[in-house]
């Protein structure tokens, strides 16, 4: 079992920077993709990005919505995974959920397929 938390949510103004952390606890990332995911009010969850390893490379993948302003990176040491958030914009504010699938080499970018997951960081961005 891996319980995840996220932190690192919160106002911020458009075109500024937040950093959001998923921390994992039970046990470690090793052999599973990590993924973020957000919804705003009244809307249904979205892809953000995921992070997984074949055990020698790692290999990242963000929505288009967030490509060249999001990165998400690993950080093994930490057993946390991060995802840095540049340039934000109000249509980026939601409820970042951060989830983990067990099943690093076959994950995707659906939701479903993944296994346990964060119980939410408000992120809001004003104009």
């Known amino acids: 079992q891996v319980q995840l938390v996220e932190s690192g949510g919160g106002l911020v103004q458009a075109g500024g920077s937040l950093r959001l952390s998923c921390a994992a606890s039970?046990?470690?990332?090793?052999?599973?993709?990590v993924g973020w995911f957000r919804q705003a009010p009244g809307k249904e969850r979205e892809f953000v990005a995921r992070v997984w390893s074949d055990g020698s490379t790692y290999y990242a993948d963000l929505a288009d919505s967030v490509k060249g302003r999001f990165t998400i990176s690993s950080d093994n040491a930490r057993n946390t995974v991060y995802l840095q958030m540049n340039s934000l914009q109000p249509a980026d504010t939601a409820v970042y959920y951060c989830?983990?699938?067990?099943?690093?080499?076959?994950?995707?970018?659906?939701?479903?397929?993944?296994?346990?997951w964060g119980q939410g960081t408000q992120v809001t961005v004003s104009s």
């Open positions: 039970g046990r470690t990332f090793s052999g599973y993709a």
């Open positions: 989830a983990a699938n067990r099943q690093a080499l076959s994950s995707s970018r659906w939701s479903g397929a993944f296994d346990y």
